[in-house]
């Protein structure tokens, strides 16, 4: 699940991070991965279910994969 509320973004259900920098932040899903680009991005908050980034989103996007 995703959910944008202005400056603030929250990832629920995922399964790993993979990529991490104040440009691009990219999760593991179940069945794809979750990229999100923007400006000033930074972790917030997170546990084994949640993450909170804040930051300025430009574009966010997903890329399937298949076993």
Known sequence: ??????????VKDY???LIMN???FK???NGYCLNVRG??????YYDHNEIRLNGH???IE??????
């Open 1 to 10: 699940m995703l959910l944008i509320d202005h400056h603030k973004i929250y």
């Open 57 to 59: 989103v430009k574009v």
């Open 15 to 17: 399964l790993e991070i």
């Open 27 to 29: 999760i593991k899903m």
């Open 39 to 44: 400006e000033a991005l930074e972790i917030y």
């Open 22 to 24: 104040q440009q691009f």
């Open 62 to 67: 997903y890329d399937e994969y298949r076993v």
